[in-house]
């Protein structure tokens, strides 16, 4: 049972460059996370999903875009990378009510030169 | 925004004492949870406390909340040098933030042999 699975693990880029990060999960959860995590910053929301077909914003969603084509995968777009953009990016679903516990994937660590 | 804030912000002990973090947040919650973090990895659930309990066990896991201070504690009895790792509260309001996760900064314990 692979639970969250996030795909690449390690990616360079240079500012300006576009990028999707994919993130996959296979318990049948209605509810995708995009987290980013920085030094000294904990984890802070991009966007979310609460099911299929449905995204909306979290805390953080500027410069970066998803989509949920299917259940099992929510993506993750940089449009035009930006240094600040440089983080670790985890991806976590829970099952299908808010405020449940989360499953997290082991991150995609992500450099913007 | 950040809602919990862990205490301290790192501990160092030693095999078999044990460990106590804590959490504050600011708003009303209808659940806190704790995560444990290791090294390169993505966050692992440990333990959800509702805003109607006081006290939950989990094994060599205590977890106790204090909704008049606003403020929660995790006790790891007997710590192993495997309990090395980062954890982090995490609090949920269904009607503020639409059940999503609000994380802490964290509080990174190192049990040394």
């Known amino acids: 049972n692979a639970g969250v699975t996030q795909t690449p693990k390690f990616r360079v880029l240079k500012t300006g460059q576009s990028m999707t990060l994919l993130c996959a999960q296979d318990?049948?959860?209605?509810?995708m996370y995009w987290y980013r995590q920085d030094p000294g910053m904990g984890l802070r929301l991009i966007h979310y999903?609460?099911?299929?077909?449905?995204?909306a914003k979290g805390e953080v969603p500027d410069g970066y875009n998803v989509s949920r084509l299917k259940k099992q995968n929510f993506l993750l777009g940089l449009e035009s990378a930006a240094p600040s953009q440089t983080s670790v990016y985890f991806c976590?679903?829970?099952?299908?009510?808010?405020?449940?516990?989360?499953?997290f994937g082991d991150g995609t660590r992500l450099s913007i030169l | 925004s950040q809602q919990g804030e862990e205490d301290p912000q790192a501990l160092s002990i030693q095999e078999g004492e044990n460990a106590t973090m804590n959490c504050s947040y600011k708003?009303?919650?209808?659940?806190l949870q704790w995560y444990r973090q290791n090294s390169g990895r993505g966050l692992v659930h440990l333990i959800l406390?509702?805003?109607?309990?006081r006290e939950k066990h989990s094994g060599r896991l205590r977890v106790t909340l204090d909704t008049s201070k606003k403020s929660s504690s995790l006790l790891i009895t007997a710590s192993r040098a495997a309990d090395t790792a980062s954890y982090f509260c995490?609090?949920?309001?269904?009607?503020?933030?639409?059940?999503?996760?609000?994380f802490g900064k964290g509080t990174k314990l190192s049990v040394k042999p």
């Open positions: 976590a679903s829970t099952k299908d009510l808010p405020g449940q516990p989360q499953h």
């Open positions: 318990m049948n959860h209605e509810y």
């Open positions: 999903s609460v099911g299929e077909g449905t995204t």
């Open positions: 708003t009303s919650i209808n659940n």
């Open positions: 406390i509702r805003s109607n309990e």
């Open positions: 995490a609090t949920s309001n269904y009607g503020g933030s639409q059940g999503n996760l609000i």
